[in-house]
T-cell receptor, first 118, second 112 residues
């Protein structure tokens, strides 16, 4: 099946530093990837849609200058949390879109990255 | 528009009890429906899915049937185990896959 990995699985950083999270589709190419954020005991909230070779599309209320997304290849998207603060602490989950057929596509989810900002 | 409404938790059951977690949806077109499970401290794992009406998804003893007439995709398991304790998310996806809608999640605790 389609596998999506994330690295790192957890990270602790100091306030004011930047953190990069990688999302890779291991056995398929993905022109489109998605980044979600999950607060404790809550559901996933879509942050942005990442398109290979073009700018990401951010959801309303998500600061694009704070959450930098780069989709430089068909198997890799990165999310950089710039100048992180404690309120950015969260669980970040990515997904990659598999084009299964002309009429059906499916998102496959990574295992998530837990970010803790001290 | 598209949305998923999921039974609120938390749900606490004794081992070997029957489980039902209700999920209903609203959608335009013909969505695919999913159940994901999230164990404490971990990411989402796909539990089962159904891509068209009347399909039944099943995995690890869990089942859910895509009911278009009632716009439902209820999750069931005949006999839960302590290891089933987790949060369960119902989700809907458009066929393009570009739009994914999650329910709020239902926390299940199974006690011995």
């Amino acid at each position: 099946g389609a596998v999506v990995s994330q690295h790192p699985s957890w990270v602790i950083c100091k306030s004011g530093t930047s953190v990069k999270i990688e999302c890779r589709s291991l056995d398929f190419q993905a022109t489109t990837m998605f980044w979600y954020r999950q607060f404790p005991k809550q559901s996933l909230m879509l942050m942005a849609t990442s398109n290979e070779g073009s700018k990401a599309t951010y959801e309303q209320g998500v600061e694009k200058d704070k959450f930098l997304i780069n989709h430089a290849s068909l198997t890799l998207s990165t999310l950089t949390v710039t100048s992180a603060h404690p309120e950015d602490s969260s669980f970040y989950i990515c997904s990659a879109l598999l084009i299964a057929s002309s009429s059906y596509n499916e998102q496959f989810f990574g295992p998530g990255t837990r970010l803790t900002v001290l | 528009g598209n949305s998923v409404t999921q039974m609120e938790g938390p749900v606490t059951l004794s081992e070997e009890a029957f489980l039902t977690i209700n999920c209903t949806y609203t959608a335009t077109g013909y969505p695919s429906l999913f159940w994901y499970v999230q164990y404490p401290g971990e990411g989402l794992q796909l539990l089962l899915k159904a891509t068209k009406a009347d399909d039944k998804g099943s995995n690890k003893g869990f089942e859910a049937t895509y009911r278009k007439e009632t716009t439902s995709f209820h999750l069931e398991k005949g006999s839960v185990q302590v290891s089933d304790s987790a949060v369960y998310f119902c989700a809907l996806s458009t066929n393009t896959g570009n739009q994914f809608y999650f329910g709020t999640g239902t926390s299940l605790t199974v006690i011995p």
